[in-house]
């Protein structure tokens, strides 16, 4: 193996692996973030407390002793949406009313502390608080609660402006981006254990210098914390190291040497081929210095575009489960479903931030 071509004809190979969507990597994975959140029990809002794949979800956290669980909406009407869908332990979880006052009262202000620069007045704080999307992130912000997850009712937008309002990002960071954490078939030669981290593949179209090297650093965040790995991270191009002169290739050892200031102890190295991040034949060839000689399992995309791309190829063609977005950044977690979401995806999302907030808390 030593071109691009050959990594994708790989997985192209084991294509027939794909015809079962929880093969080993992916049981692995989970496993280890399930056990990791029943040790470290987080207690995650859930906004949409009145949509029913999320109750179904719900209910299977706290029967598995996952998570606490805190919901957003009328009490009465939650349990009876729980009587009708035949869940039995939705009882069990903490159900906040936005529409009791003593609830308004309580974050309002702190709403209003955080957006009063921005000339918003304590009436409009206390109409925005009442917004589930908004209460939920205030609970988290004041300490309340330890991450969000929402989407299967609210799009991406709604999601990620109230997080941005409310919770901001981490020190450091000024830029939320998506990850998913690639878990490719059994027996594959790349990454750690079968594990790549893509990103930025979700929020980000045109990242600059000093945002691509923010990604960089906080992909490697969650390639500890999600993925157990200790990051290699690579920034890519179609360059390596000067073999070609562009703009964008420029952008790439700017966003280099910035991540490199973030992070002097990340291994991490850039700019390279994919071919050059991966194999190490290639690297050797192509990058005999580079720190990573050939054995990256993160790989930082200069686009949006590109990284989009990518993750769907290597998705279909590779028989690859592509585990995410997961919204890094963030100074607590909050994630985003996708409104087609099933109830198997929001439970594996709250085990994903449930991880997250761990793994900030330094557990």
């Given at each position: 193996m030593n071109t691009l071509s050959d990594?994708?004809?790989?997985?192209?190979?084991?294509?027939?692996?794909?015809?079962?969507?929880h093969h080993k990597e992916e049981m692995d994975l989970f496993t280890h973030l399930t056990s990791r959140a029943?040790?470290?029990?987080?207690?995650?809002?859930?906004?949409?407390?009145?949509?029913?794949?999320?109750?179904?979800?719900?209910?299977?956290?706290?029967?598995?002793?996952?998570a606490d669980i805190i919901l957003?909406?009328?009490?009465?009407?939650?349990?009876?949406?729980?009587?009708?869908?035949?869940?039995?332990?939705?009882?069990?979880?903490?159900?906040?009313?936005?529409?009791?006052?003593?609830?308004?009262?309580?974050?309002?202000?702190?709403?209003?502390?955080?957006?009063?620069?921005?000339?918003?007045?304590?009436?409009?704080s206390r109409l925005t608080t009442a917004n589930p999307l908004y209460l939920g992130c205030l609970m988290v912000k004041a300490g309340d609660?330890?991450?969000?997850?929402?989407?299967?009712?609210?799009?991406?937008?709604?999601?990620?402006?109230?997080?941005?309002q409310v919770i901001k990002t981490m020190p450091g960071i000024s830029v939320v981006s998506g990850a998913f954490v690639m878990l490719l078939p059994e027996g594959s030669p790349y990454g750690t254990d079968g594990i790549l981290i893509f990103a930025d593949c979700a929020v980000v179209p045109s990242p600059t210098a000093p945002e691509l090297a923010q990604i960089a650093v906080a992909s490697a965040k969650t390639a500890r914390d999600i993925a157990?790995?200790?990051?290699r991270v690579a920034l890519l191009s179609?360059?390596?190291?000067?073999?070609?002169?562009?703009e964008s290739v420029d952008k790439v050892i700017e966003a280099t040497q910035l991540a490199h200031q973030l992070d002097?102890?990340?291994?991490?190295?850039?700019?390279?081929?994919a071919d050059a991040a991966l194999v190490p034949s290639v690297a050797n060839s192509k990058a005999p210095n580079s720190p990573l000689s050939g054995r990256a399992n993160v790989l930082i995309f200069p686009s949006l575009e590109v990284g989009n791309i990518a993750y769907k190829l290597v998705q279909r063609?590779?028989?690859?489960?592509?585990?995410?977005?997961?919204?890094?950044?963030?100074?607590?977690?909050?994630?985003?479903?996708?409104?087609g979401c099933f109830p198997e995806d929001i439970y594996k999302t709250i085990i994903i931030t449930c991880n997250q907030a761990i793994g900030l808390k330094g557990i």
């Open positions: 990594f994708f004809r790989n997985f192209a190979a084991l294509l027939i692996i794909n015809a079962n969507p029943r040790e470290h029990r987080q207690r995650i809002v859930l906004p949409e407390g009145l949509e029913a794949r999320t109750l179904t979800a719900a209910d299977r956290i706290i029967a598995d002793r996952l957003i909406g009328n009490a009465k009407e939650i349990l009876a949406m729980a009587k009708e869908l035949k869940l039995n332990h939705i009882d069990q979880a903490t159900i906040v009313d936005p529409a009791d006052e003593t609830v308004i009262d309580r974050y309002a202000p702190l709403f209003y502390e955080l957006r009063k620069s921005k000339g918003i007045t304590m009436e409009e609660a330890d991450g969000q997850v929402a989407g299967a009712m609210n799009t991406t937008g709604n999601v990620l402006r109230a997080a941005f157990g790995i200790e990051p179609f360059s390596t190291k000067g073999s070609a002169k562009s002097p102890a990340l291994i991490l190295d850039g700019e390279l081929q063609l590779g028989g690859v489960q592509a585990v995410g977005p997961v919204l890094q950044g963030l100074a607590a977690p909050v994630n985003d479903l996708s409104r």
